[in-house]
């Protein structure tokens, strides 16, 4: 089976602007979760969808939002960036059961200027 | 809230020797999930093993074995037969067991760095 995917692999924005970043999970993965990695916060959740709904979120500003599509493949968006977003956004998914590994994909580096 | 703690941030060990990562969490749920994930320079988080609150018998996959301690609330890692390939940020992650506590808590990692 192929992995999980992220695209882009790298951004560079600036600051005010607004992004889009898109995961597709394994086949067969319903869950998707997205987590950010940053040198000084280490892992931190953002949000969970399960089946196109929102299953579990993070404590993070609402500028922060997420999506899961029919097909499983989700999007964050970050809007109105700020230079403190810079950082490795991390997708992963699971199968069904929640108590089930995740599996994560490359990540997206993030770079706001 | 969860939480779990890697008091170690570095960690260095001989190629062909062992190693224990060590790692703590605290929570009031009796079914839970906890994993190690390693990441290496590429970034990309790897599982390296699965442990089920509720099973007494500590998860081994080859090399990379648990020791885990419910009441304790302690799971580490051993590494046995070191390779040069395992040198990389190894994280620590809780994950409960409802949908409110599905998300994964990471420690703050352990960089371990292998000597040839």
């Known amino acids: 089976k192929a992995g999980v995917t992220q695209t882009p692999r790298y951004l560079i924005k600036t600051r005010g602007q607004q992004v889009t970043l898109s995961c597709s999970p394994i086949?067969?993965?319903?869950?998707v979760s997205w987590y950010q990695q940053t040198p000084g916060q280490g892992l931190q959740f953002l949000f969970e969808?399960?089946?196109?709904?929102?299953?579990n979120k993070g404590n993070f500003p609402g500028r922060f939002s997420g999506r899961q599509f029919s097909n499983s493949r989700s999007e964050m968006n970050v809007s109105t960036l700020e230079l403190g977003d810079s950082a490795l956004y991390l997708c992963?998914?699971?199968?069904?059961?929640?108590?089930?590994?995740?599996?994560f994909g490359p990540g997206t580096r993030l770079t706001v200027t | 809230a969860q939480t779990v703690t890697q008091s170690q941030p570095e960690m260095s060990v001989q190629e062909a020797e062992t190693v224990t990562l060590s790692c703590t969490y605290d929570t009031s749920e009796s079914d839970y999930y906890l994993f190690w994930y390693k990441q290496p320079p590429s970034r990309q988080m790897i599982l390296v093993i699965r442990?089920?609150?509720?099973?007494?018998q500590n998860a081994t996959e080859n090399r990379f074995s648990v020791n885990f301690q419910k009441a304790a609330k302690s799971f580490s890692l051993k590494i046995s037969d070191s390779q040069l390939g395992d040198a990389a940020m190894y994280f620590c992650?809780?994950?409960?067991?409802?949908?409110?506590?599905?998300?994964?808590?990471f420690g703050k990692g352990i960089t371990l760095s292998v000597r040839p």
């Open positions: 992650a809780y994950r409960g067991s409802t949908g409110a506590n599905s998300k994964l808590t």
């Open positions: 442990q089920e609150a509720y099973k007494q």
């Open positions: 992963a998914s699971s199968s069904q059961g929640i108590g089930r590994e995740q599996y």
């Open positions: 086949s067969g993965h319903r869950s």
């Open positions: 969808y399960f089946s196109e709904t929102q299953r």
